[in-house]
């Protein structure tokens, strides 16, 4: 091995570079294994993640209210024990901008009715901002009720918190 | 010599000759990469045929293909069979040059099949950047000589630029406040609501506790982690990088502690990358074994 072989390495990681460059410029950043890694870039922004609470045995007038993360009603279900990715579902709940049907019973299915079994679900957006200077605040907000069979939307919630679209 | 010519040296090392423990490393260097990608293969197929519904964000080549098809008649799991068989022919240098390349292309399609659902995760990144350069190697600089040196240089250029592109990201995204330890207050507060979606429970540990109990000591965590980042790139230089591989080894498990995100692989390929191991391996060992030198 020589220098001008050393250069022609350079020559091929140069274009590789180029080609790298081009893919995540025309591609938002990611085009994988090709990346910008921006995680964690836009620091300071409100967060919205979503968990599921085991509500079944909570009277119906309460389950779909707002709650502090700290007083929270109902059990949080393990997400790892029905084997569902938690990061996938988080994503699923907070970036689906239209909750068609076929949307909304993909929930269902993810979960799987067989987990559920006779109990009440809530996919639950959660929210967090800061608060003034010196404090973080979380918010559960109640979105899917799911049973073994059946979606239901927050009554409480704005059509336009389902639907990004005017005609869904 | 020009400034990339200099960086070249450093990646490449021309003038070093070739040793038996650079061979040996080399050969299982790629036999870790190989399992990995194995086993993301099929982890992303089982998932993506069990849990994959609809695609919520298309990535890569899913803006071009319909990847739900593959999310039923086991077509991720075929994909990860092809994956599995391919990439033993191209360990075992069996198969034209390019079969490297055909791997590439379908664990970057198994990335994207599994990885519709809106997230965009990065630990596998490293995994996918070295069957990359082990695709270029096969088919642009075959040969048990050239190959293991081109491989092994080309994966460090890219990782010391991912970690200097990624303080670069926050820079312009953020701002130079990017350290300002209340905003590591919100991630964390955030990646605990992952922990208590995964594990029904979640219980800060005593980092964490430090860190919410003072924004001074979140943002000097924030801070020596951002000035890893930009000093990446530094690993492209042979006599820094045992010390910034591990300055950066010391940043992911202070990210693992902070914000509970674990980076298995990417710790091990770093402490593989990072050090030189062949200088151990030539301590012990005066021959390449002749099955190894036939795979390379």
């Given at each position: 091995m020589n220098l001008p072989e050393s250069r022609r390495r350079m020559k091929i990681i140069g274009i590789t570079l180029l080609i790298y460059a081009m893919l995540v410029a025309s591609h938002e950043g990611e085009f994988w294994p090709f990346s910008i890694y921006p995680m964690f870039s836009q620091a300071g922004n409100p967060w919205t993640r979503a968990m599921v609470m085991?509500?079944?045995?909570?009277?119906d007038e309460e389950i779909w209210l707002n709650q502090p993360l700290e007083s929270k009603a109902g059990t949080p279900v393990a997400l790892r024990e029905i084997g569902v990715d938690q990061i996938d579902y988080s994503n699923f709940i907070s970036k689906t901008e239209n909750w068609t049907d076929s949307r909304r019973d993909a929930v269902r299915t993810m979960f799987g009715p067989e987990n559920i079994g006779e109990a009440r679900w809530m996919a639950a957006k959660v929210h967090g901002r800061m608060i003034g200077e010196d404090s973080v605040a979380v918010q559960i907000q109640p979105f899917l009720l799911v049973t073994a069979d059946s979606v239901y939307m927050n009554p409480l919630l704005d059509e336009s918190d389902y639907f990004l679209e005017e005609n869904p | 010599m020009k400034w990339h010519e200099r960086i070249g040296q450093q990646l490449f090392e021309p003038e070093r000759d070739q040793s038996p423990g650079e061979l040996i490393f080399f050969k299982c260097f790629e036999l870790f990469v190989l399992v990995w990608a194995i086993s993301y293969a099929w982890d992303w197929g089982i998932y993506s045929q069990l849990r994959n519904v609809e695609v919520v964000l298309p990535l890569g080549m899913a803006n071009y293909i319909d990847v739900s098809l593959f999310f039923d008649h086991n077509l991720a799991l075929i994909n990860a069979a092809l994956i599995t068989v391919l990439a033993l022919f191209s360990f075992f240098r069996a198969?034209?040059?390019w079969l490297y390349m055909v791997v590439l292309v379908l664990f970057h399609m198994q990335y994207v099949i599994r990885y519709s659902q809106g997230e965009i995760p990065h630990s596998q990144n490293l995994i996918g950047m070295s069957v990359l350069c082990f695709a270029i190697g096969a088919w642009f600089f075959p040969g048990k000589k050239e190959m293991p040196r081109f491989v092994m240089g080309s994966i460090i250029f890219f990782i010391g630029l991912g970690y200097t592109s990624a303080f670069f990201a926050k820079l312009i995204g953020t701002?130079?406040?990017?350290?300002?330890g209340r905003h590591l207050w919100l991630w964390i507060s955030e990646k605990s609501i992952d922990i208590l979606s995964r594990e029904g429970v979640y219980n800060p540990n005593f980092l964490q506790q430090m860190a919410l109990g003072s924004t001074a000591v979140a943002s000097v965590i924030l801070l020596i982690g951002w000035f890893t980042e930009l000093i990446?790139?530094?690993?492209?230089w042979k006599k820094l990088r045992p010390y910034t591989t591990t300055l950066i080894i010391g940043m992911h498990f202070g990210i693992t502690l902070t914000m509970?995100?674990?980076f298995d692989a990417f710790v091990m390929q770093l402490i593989l990358v990072g050090y030189p191991w062949y200088r151990l391996i030539d301590r012990y060992i005066e021959s390449a074994p002749v099955l190894i030198k036939r795979w390379v």
């Open positions: 085991d509500v079944t045995d909570l009277p | 198969g034209p040059k701002g130079i406040n990017w350290y300002d990446g790139f530094t690993m492209w509970n995100i674990r």
